[in-house]
């Protein structure tokens, strides 16, 4: 049976082009990059190479790139990392220091938030989506206190696709940092994590206002266990991982060389293909959607349909429970998923759908399909045929048979 992926937000194969270039850096280009012998100096070389393709990428300086071992690293380096600048200088009589945050981002960034309320370092305003799935630039705004130091919104939500106003938030904040420098308040840094937008779009730093942005290789076709920490020039940031004085001393531990090499070229390649590629998968998306809401009775989108990631369609379909979707669809060979790979594990309804206002049941029922370069029309036509035999199987055995099925 000929398998066919569509699971492409939980992780990528790596592309042909990255994985040669990764490969002399395994063995005869083995060295530590902070060896000074020529060994080290070749790894140095190919690091700041990876830097450059990077910050061009994003419209930064190279100084400004961070490597880490993920997006999980990022994050958590992004929000402990303000906090332990806020901390390591003296805050007389102020109150404790303030981060808005929503309900829907990854957890390595809501787990990151809950640790420092309960260590009682930060207090914490989760603000809630519409039930599109997208955050009002209002509320946000609405949030800010004058304790507020930190935003962190992802920019293209990893279980629904939505796609969060991020450059909006960017402009707003420009002006409210303005008249907050006039009274003294701290400045409001904004971070997002952009795992899931690098692949389709536009992640200019200057463009989105951002402070701080995070983003993971493996989901770009490059390989797994290396990320970076976008952080821009002068922002108030430590280290939180004690060691080395790699990466500027803001992150110790040994380069991970093959997979910094690989990470410079996977973003070298979208570079290149962005419009192209996204074109090509919205419109299998589009299609996709419009054949299951067609001919698949009582499932919805959840979601807005608009504002979302070209390659991410979320559905629910009522009457049907999504683990035994997956599972069956795994049967047939086709992998999909109910939410985010992470939290994919755990019989708990995911957090993004429940923040969006659907029922635990509903949330039970979900199904992501996400899409990516090399996803064909013909793949996705198997995809809608097994769905709708599936779907009406699984609701046949719940006694819930719908006519259509019978
Ligand atoms: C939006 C988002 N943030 C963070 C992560 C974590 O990334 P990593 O696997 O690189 O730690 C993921 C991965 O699922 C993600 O989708």
Redesign the pocket.
Known sequence: MKKIYLDY???TPVDAKVFKAMLPYFSEKFGNAMSVHSFGQEATEAIDKARTQVADFFGATASEIIFT???????NLAIKGVLAAYYSVDHKNNAKPHIITTKI?????LDACKKTEKDRRAQISYIAPDKEGIISIKDIEKAIQPNTILISI?????EIGTLQPIAEIGQMLKRINIKRAEKKLPRIIFHT????AVNYLNCNVNDLGVDLL??????IYGP????ILYIRKSTPIKRIQDGGDQEYKMRAGTHNVPGIVGLGEAISVISNQQPVISKKIQSLRDYLIKKVLAEIPKSYLNGSADKRSPNNANFRFDDVEGEGLILSLDMEGIAASTG???SSSTLEPSHVLLAIGLRHEQAHGSLRITLGKDTTKGEINTLIKKLKEIVGRLRKISGNVLSEFK
């Open positions: 937000a939980a992780t071992s993920g997006a999980t690293e990022s994050n981002e990854h957890h390595c960034v992802m920019y293209v939500n990893n994590d952009a795992t899931q995070s983003m993971s290789g493996h989901k797994k266990g290396v990320g985010s790979a992470c």
